[in-house]
């Protein structure tokens, strides 16, 4: 979809003289991801000739083994592609979907009382998984090689185990208590009871053999068979309520891409059901209409937070699965018109409380997903996000499956004003229905300026949303490289609650003093958040960048390799 923008004119009269930089491809392949094993996985494809589409299946599938606690088979996200053959833009929804037996009041209580942590721990929080779908899609629609071949790195990390990191030993703490309550999770991911040291070595020997089936069989090796049959089982037996049909139905969709031009600058994004590129979209439109660069730092903030304030609102009022809702939700959202209401009710000098904005219920906090950004010497690109919602999903693996099942049913509104476990509220809009999927704020964007070719994307839960702003934004004013955007401090604001959640190094002192004069709350939060990954091209030079968050574990690689060429550059 376009959003028409007052400055296109003046983007093409910018834009025409770039018009062969713009044609040529990059000289390198690159890949950013939250993992070194992940990264090398597909370095190795993109030697053995495979394109970006092979080497973002590879990397998935190797994340699913190594980041057990973000993403994997049993979760689901959004794939945003780009495919140079016909400079086509589309977004992969391998979301979640509900089970056909999942019902509104699925949460609560005879009384009517949310039951606690009923939609995070175990499998009745489990959406039908999208990710498998996803990596057969990838492979057979856009990819050059075989299942066989982009899964084989994953089948070895699966096989021959992988050192626990300080990271893994974080999330496994946190989640330690549910892990142990279901023995076939607690054995593969806190083995005797006890959370690995760094350097022990995990060994997923049924997730190898899931994924075997699947390079056999592509998605029916998961969905259906004896992987199916076991996962159904599995989760009916601890209390769930999938069925074989569940599995069999679930399909990707591939949903064309929000986009939109700012100051002649392209944004290409994701759609419903994430709600995360229709706010940046807005943001965005709201800030073309204010001079950024001329204003002073709290002011600038002060602009950013209103903006952010008022698009997550619009998000807990209207936002659901658009196969659910009436068409042109979206669309209204980004009119121009509507955009330039939220503009004008902005003061420059005064908080707008989120309570006058319309009011809604409270807080919470969360942690875990991943990102992946790769781009090939054809200039096809693959920015991914995916998860299984919280630290090691519902922590619920189905025996005899090694498939760790995410908790994304709680990205549902699961009650009227009740906020899931990042504070979000939600409407009627985003209500648990059968066969429906959960809105996200996962938001895999690319950002094309007259210089460079940003793929882009974070874990984060709601605060995905500011990360991808922040970061496009760096990339839209020129400011520095992918090392800065992925390290520059951060600041969020979600509407609800009223409040600026900042790292510590986000603002100067006098800053922090000015936007408490104009009526902010501002929150630090410690140690930091957020695991962006970036790829990036310089189009005058052709050269490929990377930079994965200092603030994770990950690793890039860049090499100029065409089919099966040796890498030239690698950390
Ligand atoms: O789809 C969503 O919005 C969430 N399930 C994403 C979770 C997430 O990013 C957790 N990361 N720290």
């Known amino acids: ?26 000289r390198e392949a690159a890949v950013a991801s939250a993992h070194p094993a992940a990264t090398a996985a597909g370095r190795e494809i993109i030697e053995a000739g495979g394109n970006a589409f092979d080497a973002a299946v590879a990397v998935a599938a190797a994340l699913a083994v190594v980041e057990p606690y973000s993403s994997g088979l049993g979760g689901g996200g959004f ?59 990838l492979a057979r629609r856009y990819g050059s090689l075989p299942l066989e071949r982009t899964l084989a790195p994953a089948i070895a990390l699966a096989t021959d185990g992988f050192a626990v990191t300080p990271r893994y030993r974080r999330m496994a703490e946190q989640r330690q208590d549910a892990l142990r309550s279901h023995p076939a999770a607690g054995d593969i991911f806190v083995p005797g009871g006890f959370v690995p040291e ?26 259906g068979g004896e992987v199916g049959r076991r996962l159904v089982a599995g989760v009916r037996a601890g209390g769930g309520i999938w ?66 304030r008022r698009a997550f609102r619009d998000r807990a009022h209207h936002l659901g699965d658009p196969d659910f809702l009436e068409a042109g939700v979206t669309q209204g959202l980004l009119a121009p018109a509507y955009i330039g209401r939220m ?23 969360g942690t875990h997903t991943t990102h992946l950004s790769v781009i090939d010497t054809q200039g096809n690109r693959v920015a991914a996000t995916l998860s299984i919602n919280t630290p090691f999903g519902s922590a619920f693996v189905p025996p005899g499956t090694g498939v760790l099942l995410n908790n994304e049913m709680d990205d549902f509104a699961t009650a009227p004003g009740l906020p899931n476990t990042y504070g ?48 496009t934004l760096d990339v839209l ?64 030079t052709g050269r490929a960048m990377a930079a994965a968050d200092p603030r994770g574990e990950g690793a890039v690689w860049a090499g100029a390799v065409r089919s099966g060429e040796s890498g030239r550059r690698s950390r």
């Open 424 to 471: 979000l509220v939600g409407s009627e809009a985003n209500g648990i229905a059968p066969g429906k999927r959960p809105l996200s704020s996962m938001t895999p964007t690319f950002v094309e300026t007259r210089d460079t070719v940003a793929v882009l994307g974070t874990p984060g839960g709601s605060r995905i949303v500011s990360m991808v702003l922040l970061a």
């Open 79 to 137: 794939f945003l592609l780009h495919r140079a053959r016909e400079r086509k833009d589309v977004v992969l929804d391998a979301r979640e979907r509900a089970p056909a037996a999942a019902r509104r009041d699925m949460y609560l209580d005879a009384q009517g009382r949310p039951v606690p942590r009923a939609s995070l721990d175990g499998p009745l929080a489990a959406g039908i998984p999208g990710v498998p779908a996803a990596l057969e899609h």
């Open 243 to 308: 069925r074989a049909k569940d599995l069999e139905d679930y399909r990707v969709i591939e949903r064309e891409p929000l986009e939109a031009r700012y100051r002649g600058q392209r944004v290409v994004t994701a759609p419903p059901p994430s709600a995360g590129g229709v706010a940046l979209l807005q943001v965005l439109g709201v800030l073309e209409g204010f001079e950024l660069e001329g204003l002073d730092d709290a002011t600038r903030a002060h602009i950013l937070v209103e903006a952010m």
């Open 477 to 540: 004013h020129g400011r520095g490289g992918p090392a800065d955007w992925v390290a520059r401090p951060r600041f969020h604001h979600q509407y609800l609650p009223d409040v600026i959640e900042h790292e510590p190094g986000a603002f100067e002192p006098d800053t922090r003093s000015a936007l408490a004069r104009f009526g902010h709350r501002l929150r630090a939060v410690e140690g930091g958040y957020g695991n962006m990954q970036i790829v990036a091209w310089d189009r005058r």
């Open 343 to 365: 503009r004008a009710g902005i003061d420059r000098r005064r908080v707008t409380p989120s309570e006058r904005l319309g009011s809604i219920p409270v807080p919470g906090a």
């Open 198 to 223: 760094p350097g022990e070595r995990i060994v997923q020997a049924d997730l190898a053999r899931t994924l075997k089936a699947m390079a056999r069989d592509g998605a029916r090796g998961f969905y």
């Open 1 to 26: 979809m376009r959003v028409p923008s007052r400055l296109f004119l003046v983007a093409i009269l910018v834009f025409t003289p770039f018009a062969d930089a713009a044609e040529r491809r990059p």
